[in-house]
């Protein structure tokens, strides 16, 4: 009798620290603390932009991407409570279209188009409790892979920039959530067609953005 006494003791401690454990702060467990490691994945939609006449091979005049799902991971590094370096890789299958006005407007698919980016980022997060919002920059490379009847157009990479800004929500101290909104800019080249206008030109530039949500585990630390 003594035995199981003592048992549900111990059964009646073990509880309460559990309930203790999860009423204190999570700022005071140090969520996301330096030398964590974040790993994560989302998924949302691509907000497509426009190629510019003399920016490509494939088309002579100027052509828009299609909005479409894209997803991708992340993988980030926490290096002081306020600065963490992001890794990240998004891919969308989308379309070249092009619009046509009128009454009964339409638009027209002139080819398919992946768009698979990675890039490095630093970011700064302003921490409030639970929720971590965050801007940051980086550089990376996009890869856009046209696929036209004309068999001889190859994929190209080129350089860009991306500007983020989000916010992440802690669930408990190690996962959580993430909504994400990514502006990129896609370096093409000097214009076709003497459509350039010289470094200002921006009809260079591919410029897109991206809107999306997904989970994280941040894992280690001290």
Do not use: C
């Not at 005071?28 to 920016?55: C, H, M, N």
């Not at 909504?179 to 370096?187: C, E, H, I, M």
């Amino acid at each position: 009798m003594a035995f199981s006494d003592a048992a549900d003791a111990t059964a009646r401690a073990r509880a309460g620290w559990a309930l203790a454990l999860l009423l204190v702060p999570l700022p005071l467990l140090a969520q996301a603390p330096p030398g964590s490691v974040e790993v994560g994945y989302g998924v949302g939609r691509l907000i497509g932009g426009t190629l510019a006449k003399g920016s490509n091979e494939a088309f002579d005049r100027k052509v828009d991407v299609d909005g479409d799902p894209t997803g991708g991971f992340w993988l980030a590094a926490q290096l002081t409570p306020e600065w963490e370096v992001e890794l990240a890789y998004r891919r969308t299958t989308t379309h070249v279209i092009e619009y046509r006005g009128g009454v009964f407007a339409s638009q027209q698919e002139l080819a398919a188009l992946v768009v698979a980016s990675f890039e490095a980022l630093a970011v700064r997060s302003f921490r409030s409790g639970r929720f971590i919002p965050y801007v940051g920059a980086g550089v990376g490379f996009v890869n856009l892979d046209i696929d036209t009847p004309d068999r001889s157009f190859r994929d190209s990479n080129r350089g860009a920039v991306a500007l983020t800004a989000g916010t992440r929500f802690f669930l408990t101290r190690w996962a959580g959530i993430r909504f994400d909104l990514r502006g990129r800019a896609t370096y093409l080249g000097r214009r076709r067609l003497g459509e350039d206008h010289g470094w200002t030109d921006t009809g260079r530039w591919f410029a897109d953005a991206e809107l999306t949500g997904g989970v994280f585990v941040s894992l280690g630390g001290h």
